[in-house]
């Protein structure tokens, strides 16, 4: 870590103020900011986890404004309306949240120096892309955080159905952060073997993929813990400068033969964000996925801008 490190959360709701807890608790900056359009809730929250901190760190944990936000290294992104049980896909919090992302960015693109943003308001794709659009960042400081947690979703699920640890499964989710998602069965590894699976198996496993966010929506209302710690991972290896593969939302400028878009795709992050993006060779089926996800991301933003 850096010798002094701020880091700024803007909208600390549940997810928010989870990975504003999240990073206080591991100790990953001196300086910690929450801003919300609800002054008590940010104010509540800031002390709620200084206090929780007391006998770990030092980090100093404060309410604030846009202002407050200055000399941010990283600047998190979790404002806006969450998905409901009732909501079927994430699209439809489209609206509500192209006019959020767009008042945050206002108030983040005069910001000096060279934060890092991390976008977690849904839809993430598309929302990063505006983000990116509406901020004037360079494209490889503005990144979604989605393809981890759809990653963990997926370890997840293979772990049940397979009865092994957790730990001893690889295995990733790239594309788009909603129905096209894609598992990548052809890099799926358990305890360092190459799995082949029948095509009722990928449908039984990408069905269960599908539906474990709303499952868990369904029950408690929101989806925290698991965003919230896959985010502080990143964040975590960019502030370490790990150089280690994630999957992000990022924008893409040819890679995949894709530009004007955001899409979760491995990538290397560090210090200065996303220090390149990855390639895989994909199987047919999941290059039509992936590619199909990609065509509906791309026609969303082009009915919205």
């Given at each position: 870590?850096?010798?002094?490190?701020?880091?700024?959360?803007?909208?600390?709701g549940n997810l928010g103020s989870c990975i504003?807890?999240?990073?206080?608790?591991?100790?990953?900056?001196?300086?910690?900011?929450?801003?919300?359009?609800?002054?008590?809730?940010?104010?509540g929250n800031a002390a709620d986890i200084g206090q929780a901190i007391a006998f770990r760190n030092n980090t100093r944990v404060y309410a604030g404004d846009?202002?407050?936000?200055?000399?941010?290294?990283?600047?998190?992104?979790?404002?806006?309306?969450?998905?409901?049980?009732?909501?079927?896909?994430?699209?439809?919090?489209?609206?509500?949240?192209?006019?959020i992302i767009s008042d945050v960015a206002k108030g983040i693109r005069e910001l000096s120096g060279e934060p890092i943003i991390i976008t977690l308001t849904n839809p993430v794709d598309i929302m990063n892309y505006l983000m990116w659009k509406y901020s004037g960042f360079p494209r490889e400081r503005v990144i979604g955080s989605a393809g981890m947690l759809d990653s963990a979703r997926l370890r997840y699920v293979l772990s049940r159905i397979?009865?092994?640890?957790?730990?001893d499964v690889d295995a990733y989710v790239i594309g788009e952060h909603g129905e096209r998602q894609v598992p990548v069965f052809s890099r799926v590894r358990i305890r360092g073997?190459?799995?082949?699976?029948t095509?009722?198996?990928?449908?039984?496993?990408a069905e269960e993929l599908r539906q474990?966010?709303?499952?868990?929506?369904?029950?408690?209302?929101?989806?925290?813990?698991?965003?919230?710690?896959?985010?502080?991972?990143?964040?975590e290896a960019i502030l370490k400068d790990k150089r280690e593969i994630y999957i992000c939302s990022a924008i893409l400028s040819g890679e995949y033969g894709l530009t004007e878009l955001?899409?979760?795709?491995?990538?290397?992050?560090?210090?200065?964000?996303?220090?390149?993006?990855i390639e895989w060779d994909l199987s047919e089926d999941e290059r039509r996925i992936f590619y199909s996800g990609a065509e509906s991301i791309k026609s969303t933003i082009e009915g919205i801008l």
């Open positions: 870590m850096r010798s002094e490190v701020k880091i700024s959360v803007i909208g600390v504003a807890y999240e990073i206080a608790n591991r100790g990953l900056a001196n300086e910690l900011v929450l801003i919300d359009v609800l002054r008590n809730l940010a104010e846009y202002g407050d936000a200055e000399g941010s290294q990283i600047i998190i992104v979790a404002a806006g309306k969450p998905r409901t049980p009732e909501m079927k896909t994430r699209l439809e919090l489209l609206g509500v949240n192209q006019r397979y009865d092994v640890p957790i730990l073997r190459k799995i082949e699976f095509d009722a198996e990928k449908s039984r496993i474990s966010a709303l499952a868990v929506i369904s029950k408690k209302g929101a989806t925290v813990y698991a965003p919230a710690n896959n985010t502080v991972n990143m964040i955001s899409i979760g795709v491995p990538v290397i992050l560090g210090r200065r964000g996303v220090e390149a993006i």
